[in-house]
């Protein structure tokens, strides 16, 4: 069983920065790729980013220049640099995994910009 564990929101005012950690476990094959999703209160779960076993990196453009996500594959593990945070960027913040068309979801963590 497969199980992805969030760590590192909270409450930060604009301008401030955050990591976020995302540590997989229950594997023994890596992923294909690891990245985050965030869900705003009456919006869509969307893309944040990801990055792939390869190293390549993909960005929404509402964080691009803001965000950094970086990864551990020893550890199974990816993390989320938010920098210059904005109120906008207040959501529930997803960790995901994919390997083989199998998607994988954390449980979600609560990352709130004052402003």
């Known amino acids: 069983q497969v199980q992805l564990v969030e760590s590192g929101g909270g409450l930060v005012q604009a301008g401030g920065s955050l990591r976020l950690s995302c540590a997989a476990s229950?594997?023994?094959?890596?992923?294909?790729?690891m990245g985050w999703y965030r869900q705003a209160p009456g919006k869509q779960r969307e893309l944040v980013g990801l990055?792939?076993?390869?190293?390549?990196?993909k960005y929404a453009d509402s964080v691009k220049g803001r965000f950094t996500i970086s990864e551990d594959g020893a550890k199974n593990t990816v993390y989320l640099q938010m920098n210059s945070l904005k109120p906008e960027d207040t959501a529930v913040y997803y960790c995901h995994a994919f390997r083989y068309g199998v998607d994988y979801w954390g449980k979600g963590i609560l990352v709130t910009v004052s402003s």
């Open positions: 990055i792939t076993s390869g190293g390549s990196t």
């Open positions: 229950g594997i023994i094959l890596s992923f294909n790729g």
